[in-house]
């Protein structure tokens, strides 16, 4: 059984003067007084793992730079933005975002990553647009061809309909069109 990580010190940071950002399947994060996160994992593991492929796509403008590895935790760059959810909610769907989501993905496979999967929860909109991801988990081990909880969330939303009819128009070929269809 993996154990919570409870200690109140990381990297000569007390967590008390830490902001908590939030929590998720690996462990917390924190936003640090340096403007930097630090995500407390509950596995040393997972937290390497996911360390390595942050280190893996660093210069990439999709994902945050990762600092420095200690045994459950690490150091990375915050990301702010707006969640891909707010965005869609406040702005709606339009071809520029659908382009950009289609772009994020094609770079994620020139990186490698055989799991194109994009969460929701862990896609964020920049200011000048750009799409930013964390917490990208199991990238060179999984294999899922096509943002699926992506979609399944578009769905839901009522979205899904338009996001198709923009990528036929826009991008053809694109085999994602089969997947979503099917």
């Not at 593991?45 to 590895?69: M, N, Q, W």
């Not at 150091?75 to 994020?104: A, H, P, Q, T």
């Not at 909109?125 to 988990?137: A, C, F, H, N, S």
Request: hydrophobic share 35%; aromatic share 14%; proline share 4%.
């Amino acid at each position: 059984m993996k154990k919570e990580y409870s200690h109140s010190k990381f990297h000569d940071v007390e967590l008390k003067d830490c902001k908590y950002l939030g929590q998720g399947h690996s462990g917390r994060v924190y936003l640090m007084p340096d403007g930097k996160v630090l995500k407390i994992f509950k596995s040393s593991t997972s937290c390497k793992a996911e360390f390595d492929i942050l280190k893996s796509v660093e210069g990439s403008p999709h994902f945050p730079k990762a600092y420095k590895l200690g045994d459950h935790y690490m150091i990375r760059e915050y990301v702010g933005g707006m969640n891909v959810y707010d965005y869609i909610k406040k702005y709606g769907l339009n071809r520029s975002f659908v382009l950009k989501v289609v772009d994020l993905v094609d770079h994620m496979k020139k990186l490698g990553f055989t799991k194109l999967e994009v969460r929701f929860p862990h896609l964020f909109v920049q200011e000048d647009g750009t799409l930013m991801l964390i917490d990208p988990r199991k990238s060179y081990e999984e294999y899922i061809p096509y943002p699926k909880s992506f979609f399944r969330k578009l769905k839901n939303m009522g979205l899904l309909d338009k996001f198709i009819q923009i990528l036929e128009e826009e991008r053809k070929g694109l085999k994602w069109i089969e997947y979503i269809k099917r």
